[in-house]
């Protein structure tokens, strides 16, 4: 189990025991024993929740929410910072209501608010029982209908801040508001000019396209002040992309935002809250290091980080200390849920067997097998290349007529015999990354039931690396290399970069699949933007979600479920009326039965099938 790097990258919510269950991987359950993943797996089987599965861990949602407001208490404290800390869970990074509800209900106890970066989450917001003094922070384009809600929401107990992101927005809001009597809590979003590395690099600097630049801040404090809405004014925001894996930048990120917030106080603005945005990272790869996959920085250093800075440039400046927001949302949630999936298939690129070559075979074929007699760690590199040789040519003349199918089949099996030898040398010698390379495209394919585009979106997009591994017989030495392939017909849904304890590699150390035995793999931290970034390529829609709190006996609780999409609710989004597809369907097939083409049993065995299947799951099922 130890190739997999779970000690390195699991947080300490993920385990495999070293004695104990039989090679699972487990979940840590603070208050008892871990519990098996494979076992909830199995538990949900049996109540008819099938794979691919989300499994969300209730208390890994809960904790990583108390750690961020208890690390902010603490560095509060120890700084003896006289402001609070009053964050808010960006709704964009997972808006299932189970997610945002818990969030709310847990954040309660530390007046946790919420962000809206659109209309939509305005109304999830809206519906929210949040805390008196938790804050509802809007961001993102606005238009009137919008602005309104958000004033008069603040009439029914909310703290709505509008972020106002152009000086056309402030006209906007100023017109809305004196037509409602009602001034508006408000804040100046600021375009900073630091730039952070990564994936979300543009989100930062001075051409990103959020924020105002410095003139228009200053002209929105005039106008504020032209208007006597200068009192309004009370949030600084800033947001420099998702991921900030360098805690060096942290801190000039929030040095530079505290220089606007210093400059516009001296221009009268009244400002209590410095909301600096997302950007919390998450080590997915367990380095510690400063990369697009790790941070180098701990949870109470990045409280830390803010905190102090914050503290001494407000003292510098001679400014009370005000309130500290962030609106993180990929370090509150990513932890908390995991992607299950069972292997269907596999195609393996090797063989365990040599086909008899008799030896009046074709020349090439004998000297493909002949490559068995020079091989060796040394001269692997060689062997390799002239493997491929001998086959490439023989499928040369096998597309020009020159060699037949049951001869170039032998000719494979020979090859893939000789993949098997080649792989087993690699393991121990030291390769080139030339050799990597051709090994590479010999790996293993294991199919699985899953949509990467659906499931695991940023994958595709972006390269995000999640840890992936087997769950189950780790006490086994894995016998294969193998890449990742999805079930849509895609060849770009496919996982070929994972996270191994030695390092980043192109394949996934895999068992061979045993007869009649599912074999379970676990992609883990999909919790942040996952889930609703995910699209319905091939159709494949929504899969089963469950929520499990671990109990005081070591076992789980089933306590949220959402069932997949079924066919006929994917057919709907892409505006198919099941019913009227049925009805065209089963007139196809009477007219059928009619001309004696097909029987009444087949007419019942077709119909059932089609109607069995619009309401069933849209991945394999078994
Ligand atoms: N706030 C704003 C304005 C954002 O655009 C985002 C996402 O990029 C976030 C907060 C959440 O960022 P993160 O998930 O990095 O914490």
């Not at 910072?81 to 709704?91: A, K």
């Not at 504020?224 to 309004?232: F, R, T, V, Y």
């Not at 060796?376 to 062997?383: A, F, G, I, P, V």
Request: aromatic share 8%; with cysteine; hydrophobic share 40%.
């Amino acid at each position: 189990a130890e190739i997999y790097g779970i000690d390195r990258w699991g947080h300490q919510i993920l385990t495999v025991l070293a004695n104990g269950d039989a090679g699972l991987v487990d979940v840590m359950n603070p208050k008892a024993a871990p519990v098996s993943i494979p076992s909830i797996v199995q538990d949900l089987g049996e109540r008819g929740i099938n794979s691919p599965i989300l499994l969300r861990v209730n208390s890994f949602l809960q904790n990583s929410l108390i750690e961020l407001n208890q690390g902010f208490a603490k560095a509060i404290s120890d700084y003896q910072f006289e402001g609070q800390y009053r964050g808010v869970f960006p709704i964009k990074v997972n808006q299932q209501a189970e997610v945002v509800e818990r969030l709310v209900e847990t954040g309660r106890q530390f007046s946790y608010g919420l962000e809206v970066g659109s209309k939509p989450e305005l109304l999830i917001a809206l519906s929210q029982n949040l805390a008196k003094d938790s804050l509802l922070i809007c961001n993102g384009v606005k238009d009137e209908e919008f602005i309104r809600l958000a004033i008069l929401s603040c009439k029914i107990g909310f703290n709505t801040i509008i972020v106002l992101e152009s000086p056309k927005e402030l006209d906007l809001v100023i017109r809305v508001s004196k037509a409602l009597g009602e001034k508006p809590r408000l804040g100046v979003r600021i375009k900073l000019t630091h730039k952070i590395t990564g994936y979300w690099a543009e989100s930062s600097g001075d051409r990103s396209s959020f924020g105002m630049t410095t003139d228009n801040v200053v002209a929105v404090a005039e106008r504020l002040k032209a208007e006597g809405m200068d009192d309004c004014l009370i949030l600084q925001h800033s947001h420099l992309g998702s991921q900030i894996s360098d805690i060096i930048d942290v801190r000039r990120i929030v040095n530079e935002a505290c220089r606007f917030f210093t400059e516009l106080k001296a221009l009268g603005m009244p400002l209590q809250f410095l909301d600096l945005g997302g950007g919390l990272g998450v080590d997915y790869t367990g380095e510690k290091q400063s990369n697009e996959n790790s941070i180098n920085y701990s949870l109470p250093e990045y409280c830390e980080a803010i905190v102090e800075t914050v503290k001494y440039a407000m003292d510098e400046a001679g400014i009370a200390h005000p309130n500290i927001v962030t609106e993180s949302g990929r370090g509150v949630v990513a932890l908390s849920s995991m992607l299950i999936f069972d292997v269907l298939d596999t195609t393996l690129y090797d063989s365990a067997t040599l086909p008899e070559v008799d030896s009046d075979a074709h020349h090439l074929i004998r000297d493909l097998l002949a490559v068995q007699d020079y091989l060796s760690t040394k001269r692997l590199q060689e062997c390799v290349n002239d493997a491929i040789y001998y086959r490439d040519e023989m499928r040369a003349l096998f597309r020009r007529g020159n060699m037949d199918i049951k001869s170039l089949a032998q000719a494979e099996t020979v090859f893939r015999f000789l993949v098997a030898q080649f792989k087993k040398l690699a393991v121990d010698t030291e390769t080139s990354p030339q050799l990597d390379e051709q090994l590479g495209h010999f790996a293993d394919i294991y199919h699985g039931n899953f949509s990467l585009f659906q499931s695991l979106p940023d994958v595709w997009a972006i390269d995000q690396l999640h840890p992936i591994m087997p769950l189950q017989r780790l006490n086994e030495t894995p016998t294969r290399q193998a890449m990742l392939s999805d079930i849509t017909c895609d060849s770009d849904g496919k996982v070929d970069r994972f996270v191994l304890a030695d390092g980043i590699s192109k394949t996934l150390p895999v068992h061979d699949l045993a007869e009649d035995e599912a074999y379970y793999i676990g992609v883990f931290f999909v919790g942040a933007y996952q889930e609703t970034l995910g699209d319905l390529h091939n159709l494949f829609g929504d899969t089963n979600v469950v929520t499990v709190a671990l109990g005081e006996d070591g076992n789980f609780d089933l306590i949220h479920e959402v069932e997949g999409d079924t066919i006929a609710e994917v057919l709907d989004y892409v505006e198919y009326e099941a019913q009227a597809c049925l009805s065209t369907f089963r007139k196809r097939v009477d007219r059928a039965v009619s001309e004696k083409q097909l029987s009444i049993s087949e007419r019942r065995v077709l119909i059932e099938a089609y109607k069995d299947s619009l309401s069933g799951y849209t991945y394999f099922e078994k």
